[in-house]
């Protein structure tokens, strides 16, 4: 059984952290709820309820083109989120910080914009094996329509990728490399340094997929020196439908608008538009506003608390998690790479992972069952889906344990 962890450093104490989250406050099924599909989506804590709250009781305008009281207040408070987002990354300037409406928008938008702009028949888009559908399928669309060809790096047995194998696929036809920082099937953490290093020696750049990292582990996107970067608000105790993409501003002078609209423009005319300099030329539209008032609350709650002592305290229900599952019978997890961040992904004898996840929601526990928008990582593993655990700093050892006793009433219930 479980030993409480009140904290990881002085001043941490994070059955108090646990408080802050209302939904964790409830019953389901007659069972306090375990929420453990953190990978998906995150939950949200009150102070960035009661700011987006705020936002719509006492400060609701419409952003950037307005002089009036209202409006200059939500342009202020919108656009500290941009500074908030580039300190918190690392990034040089806020001008390199783009907002968009997540991960998958984000990667669209390079996919097209630089992609319209870079690629050319004979060009070569290298990917992983351990992508998420996000980060194959937009490459694919462009690469149809520029004449590109996708090369994949090949997972090991144990879930790592071989970086042996990626520096062969690195040519002087390689125009990008796209690659997820941390795994949301398996949890592998890649290399992403090194890997940008090797891209960066052959010419080509780069697109890391940090939507499982940036939630759970500090990111410098200048020491890790990729060209973009991609994350999503609704994974990092914020609101759905706002994302970031991080793009040198070398590159981002220019690529082309990604859509057209109002804000992105410098001069309309029927003759000619001319457009609006990063980041405005990529964020056509009225935004989501209480959404991006939202995201820089919560990149505010997550510093209060540290992203290190997160880091910590997260790898230590990682490895309770791991372990706990361990000592089951019957249950498999899979791969075993060398770095693993937040989700572990597992079978039960041979039960379907449907099953396993319906029977666990009715013992309160919440977990992600199918094959994670990862098709690719199943046929690698010779699987159709997985039941996926996926921890946050707000969680601890008891929800592990819950999950423990639900997977030993599920192989009760089959054997009966």
Known sequence: ????????????????????????????????????????????????????????????????????????????????TRTLTQTFIGAEKSEEIIFTTGTTDSINLVASSYGRLHFREGSEIILSEMEHHANIVPWQLIAEQTGARIRVIPMTDAGDLDLQAYRSLLNERTALVAVTHVSNALGTVNPVEEMTAMAHDAGAVILVDGAQAAPHRPVDVQEIGCDFYVFSSHKMCGPTGF?????????LSGMPPYRGGGDMIDRVT?????????????EAGTPPIAAGIGFGEAIRYLNQIGMEPIAKREEELLAYTESTLAELEGVRILGSPKERASSVSFLVDDIHPQDTGTILDKHGVAIRTGHHCAQPVMDRFGVSATARASVAFY?????IDRLADGIRELKTFFKS
């Open 1 to 80: 059984m479980s030993q409480a962890v009140s904290s990881i450093s002085p001043g941490i104490d994070f059955r108090r952290v646990r408080d802050q989250f209302p939904v964790l406050r409830q019953e389901v099924y007659g069972h306090p709820i375990v929420y453990l599909d953190n990978a998906a989506s995150s939950q949200m804590p009150d102070q960035v309820a009661d700011r987006m709250d705020h936002y719509h009781r006492y400060e609701h305008a419409n952003v950037h083109r307005g002089i009036h009281f209202l409006s200059q207040e939500a342009t202020t408070a919108y656009e500290e």
């Open 243 to 251: 994302g970031i993409l991080y793009g040198k501003e070398e590159w």
């Open 270 to 282: 029927f003759e000619q538009t001319t457009y609006n300099i990063p980041p405005h030329r990529f």
């Open 395 to 399: 969680n601890n050892e008891s929800d």
